[in-house]
């Protein structure tokens, strides 16, 4: 292999890249100024060094606490929690909220062997109760493991007397009726909203 | 910007990955063994230093000669013309052709600003000239720039007493008429191959 079959083929290791992206990416990299290529390397080597869990939270920063965490601006009563630590990012670029988050750092997923032991569930009661949180807003995915991963988040928050949300689920905008899938459909009559008239 | 941050942004300038697909691959790489990183990072590092295009033929190679044109159990009097130098590998996945290439370097595009001048159209003469060449076969792709480049790489060898062919246009093996366009269907009929009885 030489050295562009070897970046080809590293490439196409990474998720939703096949052989012939991975081709076209190495290619295009080569014919790029080589600066391009020298900058990726360098953040790639100090990746993993830089980046590391807030220690409150859990999401991705590069200091202790994350910018969100010490941010004194943030609506520090409201609490939401996420499955993974990428999706504060997601969160964050809607701008629709201003809160403090948890990552769970996964869901329940009794067949591929995680129990709530392995997820941050312990940190998040302690959370509630000391940083005096008044609601939790369960951002887990709508599949079946984040639904049962919200049920036992509701159940662990059931005696401390907080308001616990869970993101509504249904039609996504500029969708189509047609296209909805059933279980879609179902949760968007479940959940439909009156109309002040 | 953190660490992470800038690596998706790095990774969104590659063509066919925006944004989400660059998040996806930074955090993967997060959350994959550190050697991955660092051994893709010498990748990039070490590219451009050891990647160039062969002498003779132009295509990607380490040495001065490709591996192609030194190798003496190839079709040495027969010649495939290419646009790129990514052809050569495409062409090589194949395992049909076994012959020579000879890369051009682009395609005649006046409104680029790409004449001739800047295409290897000289060595191609000299190369077929001097190197007992029987057939030049003309893969350009099937667009207007491939089609007239290949018109003009026939005009350059006319006067050479050799066959010059063009790569077959035509429907792609497992499609389907209903979703062939018209330029594509017209080249089928103008190419067909009568069948023997």
Same mark, same amino acid.
């Given at each position: @292999? ?15 890249? *096949?052989?012939?992206?991975?081709t ?12 391009? =290529? ?10 993993h060094?830089?980046?590391?869990p ?12 994350c ?41 329940? =997923?009794?067949?591929e062997?995680? *129990? ?5 569930f ?19 995915n ?7 991963? =919200? ?6 928050l059931s ?10 689920? *249904? ?19 479940? *959940?439909?909203?009156?109309?002040? @008239?």
């Amino acid at each position: @292999m030489n050295a562009l079959e070897e970046l080809t083929e590293s490439f196409s290791r990474l998720p939703g890249i *096949g052989k012939k992206s991975a081709t076209r990416i190495a290619v295009h990299i080569l014919k790029t100024d080589e600066s391009y =290529a020298q900058n990726l390397a360098q953040q790639l080597l100090t990746l993993h060094e830089r980046i590391h869990p807030c220690s409150i939270c859990g999401a991705f920063t590069e200091k202790d606490t994350c910018e969100i965490c010490s941010d004194p601006s943030r609506e520090r009563n409201l609490l939401c929690v996420v499955e993974q630590p990428q999706d504060v990012q997601t969160i964050e670029a809607s701008r629709e909220y201003h809160g403090l988050f948890h990552v769970l750092g996964g869901v329940i =997923a009794p067949l591929e062997g995680i *129990g709530p032991e392995q997820l941050s569930f312990c940190s998040l009661v302690e959370r509630v109760k000391n940083e005096n949180i008044q609601e939790v807003i369960i951002a887990t995915n709508p599949t079946i493991e984040g639904d049962t991963t =919200a049920l036992y988040v509701k159940k662990l928050l059931s005696e401390l007397n907080i308001a616990v949300s869970r993101l509504a689920s *249904g039609l996504p905008v500029g969708g189509d009726l047609e296209y909805a899938d059933k279980l879609t459909l179902q949760r968007s009559f479940r *959940g439909r909203i009156f109309l002040d @008239m």
